[in-house]
Antibody
Framework: EVQLVESGGGLVKPGGSLRLSCAAS????????MNWVRQAPGKGLEWVSS????????YYADSVKGRFTISRDNAKNSLYLQMNSLRAEDTAVYYC?????????????WGQGTLVTVSS | QSALTQPASVSGSPGQSITISCTGT?????????VSWYQQHPGKAPKLMIY???NRPSGVSNRFSGSKSGNTASLTISGLQAEDEADYYC??????????FGTGTKVTVL
């Protein structure tokens, strides 16, 4: 069974940092592109970042470029999102999602999400 | 990149058909066939319902269908059921090598 489990969310002050993790199981992690998508409370979905299976290709939304870094460790079946210089508007539930082809937008499996709250 | 435009809400009675539109530009919806639709129930993660404009993943009911004309994609739900009440989001690949989601549509089953 495919499973994606996010962790690392929590309360952080503006300007602070946080590292999210996504543990994958039930499929060959190294064969899939992976993504982060977020959803602010009561709002819609927003794509954050994508990384190819071998980490050769990485893409970011303009809203997080220069502040967030996506990475993966295929040996540990894990996806990460390093978030720096956090702002109130980064408050959201962060989901990791699997994609068969980089940027093909076929997010067939999602995690349950982890909540990040940026507040003083 | 601005969000794709969807109607805020659509409603229908059980058994009816409804269609949700998703309007973008030639730089996203109109330029590529990487358009997907996601269903999200309250407090749950999104679920992929349609990919590549009109393809259904295994396990998704054939009551859900997708299409595209120009810069507008559409999701049609036929034979509306109570369990279809949820939020629906379209998304598309863009010419900037990014992805963009729609504003979301709340479907209500009357």
């Amino acid at each position: 069974e495919v499973q994606l489990v996010e962790s690392g969310g929590g309360l952080v002050k503006p300007g602070g940092s946080l590292r999210l993790s996504c543990a994958a199981s039930g499929f060959t992690f190294s064969s899939y592109s992976m993504n982060w998508v977020r959803q602010a409370p009561g709002k819609g979905l927003e794509w954050v970042s994508s990384i190819s299976s071998s980490s050769s290709y990485i893409y970011y939304a303009d809203s997080v470029k220069g502040r967030f870094t996506i990475s993966r460790d295929n040996a540990k079946n894990s996806l990460y999102l390093q978030m720096n210089s956090l702002r109130a508007e980064d408050t959201a539930v962060y989901y990791c999602a699997r994609d068969g082809i980089l940027l093909a937008n076929r997010f067939d499996y999602w995690g349950q999400g982890t909540l990040v709250t940026v507040s003083s | 990149q601005s969000a794709l435009t969807q109607p805020a809400s659509v409603s229908g009675s059980p058994g009816q058909s409804i269609t949700i539109s998703c309007t973008g530009t030639s730089s996203d919806v109109g330029g590529y066939n990487y358009v997907s639709w996601y269903q999200q129930h309250p407090g749950k993660a999104p679920k992929l319902m349609i990919y590549d404009v009109s393809n259904r993943p295994s396990g998704v009911s054939n009551r859900f269908s997708g299409s595209k004309s120009g810069n507008t994609a559409s999701l049609t739900i036929s034979g509306l059921q109570a369990e279809d009440e949820a939020d629906y989001y379209c998304s598309s690949y863009t010419s900037s090598s990014t992805l963009v989601f729609g504003t979301g549509t709340k479907v209500t089953v009357l």
